[in-house]
């Protein structure tokens, strides 16, 4: 299996679980001289051999991550701590252009000569093309870790 399959079958056990969960609030109370839908226990059994199946993957692909180098001296562990990193660093850089922007708000064109000019000492022009400079690294890295992800074995 690779790493990308498991990720996928990963992604599935999740879905199920959630599926589960609510079947089980449906279940677990009912009315006195009416049959449950479901028996919750039942679910409950099979909601954690799903919980334990998944526990599984996520550590072998964890194994598998740390062992694994995209290129000389990067496992995909460092890859995918870097990849959240950028993407983080895009929020911040995004959200600090459109805080010190001009305001979009319809309401603020119409200044009146008594009302105090709101200036910023934000670059904004510069973050933006830093977050887009960084978007691509991030789309580059993202691809090298996908193609990773679908030729390597899983460890188990």
Sequence with gaps: MKIAEALAERAELAKKLRGIRVRIESSARFHEGEEPLEDATVLITEA??????????????????????????????????????????????????????????????????????????IPVAELRREADALSKERRELDTRIQQANWATDLVV
Excluded: C, F, W
């Design 48 to 121: 954690r051999a799903l919980l334990h199946r998944q526990a599984a993957i996520v550590s072998s692909v964890n194994r598998t991550n740390m062992m694994t180098e995209l290129e000389s001296g990067v496992t995909i562990t460092a890859a995918l701590a870097r990849r959240d990193m950028l993407t983080q660093e895009i929020q911040l850089l995004s959200d600090s252009a459109d805080k010190a922007g001009p305001s979009m708000d319809p309401y603020s064109r119409g200044r009146r000569r008594t009302e105090l000019i709101e200036k910023t000492n």
